[in-house]
């Protein structure tokens, strides 16, 4: 077991022990559930916006590279400048270039999961340039040390006792304050680095190559903020957000709102074309859009894949998958958790350090059943073990067992070896490790010839 799998594990192990973490997790969630099913009676064939979506984003991603390039020629008409990312490393390149130019002392960062990929807050750190997370539940994690805990939902694993102490703690506020007094801080501090900032940074939901720009969907207005205020805008963007054109957001918005937060539409929902031109009052004057690759063209590359680049990172399949439930986001140690998680971080990192999380499911397929854009997400879980073994990845001691079992399988006098019982103690004994987090195996009295052979004579 290589480390990231040790830690995983063990992580999981206490984690899952721990109901206080449950507890919590289970009321955020209770929450969830109960608006979702509000949100989905906006559709009057809620399915059938689902296979849309999906045909939608089938469409896109089959054709990303004509996609990407018209995106780039209409967003540089208009005074925005594309840059093309391959690597994190190289997102990260452009991004100092960037700043060190603008002399960026304070930086204002809006919620973006593609920005916590490439570690963008440690980068800027060692530049000694002050990067503020501008959403709320992000600026908690960041006031904490934390990276965000879900995807939609970055302090979902906090109540709002744990908030107020926390911003006792580190902003020196009386420890009982309520959320709506913990906000008003939160906004009162934040105000103030939005007028201070000379570079804002936020992802994007969608890029939209018809019209050569970005939507960006929002519950609290900073991204507007963090793109409107200082005087240069970056975007960091992952290639697979493309949708064809602008018509398709009145799927997309609120299919995003509805399985991400059970709300009919996001507050705030935003289309940015470029910089501010000549005579408007608002916006930067430049504005900068990183496409970022950083491993998604290796999904592309297997037309099975390819399929888990239509998300749209709704975080639907974190709420339903049992596994997340009990393990909670943190102890994945990756950007992106859960069901989704697991399917693309073993190709946009390493196949062979990641391919534990593979086996972090229960096959349920809940994951599936939720997915606005039906996703296959059991089915890819499978095909990662699938290729894990292809590549040589599977451990010795697995291959050896699976060898030992298609032996016995194909020969009929070892099956019938022994009753029930014996095989019971026996065989749970050699799987020890497996059984040790898993209800023992248990072998059935009789064979399959006795059985038959009964069934012959009655
Ligand atoms: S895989 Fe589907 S359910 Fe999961 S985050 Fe992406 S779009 Fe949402």
Known sequence: MNENAASFKAKSTIRSADREHRRKINFNMSRYNAVVPVGK????????????????KWRAIETLDQQLLQF?????KRGGKVIWAETGEQALEEIGKICKEKNCKTLVKSKSMVTEEIHLNRFLEKQGIESI????????????????YHIVTPAMHKSKEDVAKLFADKLGTPPNLTPEQLTLVARHKLREKFMQAEVGVTGANFIIP???????????????????????????????KVIPTMVDLGLFWPLLSTFGTGQKVTVYNTIITGPKREKEQDG??????????NGRTNLLANPKT????????????LNACPVYKNIGGHSYETTYSGPIGSVITPHLKEMDEYKHLSNASSLCGNCTEVCPVRINLHELL?????????????????????????????????MNMGNGKMKNRVLNK????WTSSRSNLNFSQKTFNEMWAERKKS
């Open 41 to 56: 009676l906006q559709f009057a064939d809620v399915m059938v916006a689902r296979e849309r979506a999906k045909n939608v």
């Open 72 to 76: 780039e020629m209409e967003f540089t």
């Open 133 to 148: 997370e501008t959403d709320l539940g992000e600026y908690i994690q960041q006031l904490d040390g934390e990276p965000p």
């Open 210 to 240: 018809d019209v050569g720009g970005v939507a960006i969907t929002e519950n609290e207005g900073n991204a507007r903020l963090s793109s409107a205020f200082p005087k240069t805008h970056i975007v960091v963007v992952g290639i697979e």
């Open 284 to 293: 930067p004057e430049e504005m900068v859009v990183i496409l970022l690759d």
């Open 306 to 317: 390819r399929e888990a680049l239509y998300c749209i990172r709704c975080g639907a399949c």
């Open 382 to 414: 499978l095909e990662n073990r699938k290729e894990a073994v292809e590549f040589g990845m599977a451990p010795l001691g697995e291959k050896i067992a699976w060898k030992a079992w298609k032996t016995a399988s194909l020969n009929r006098k070892m």
């Open 430 to 433: 050699i799987f020890k490790s």
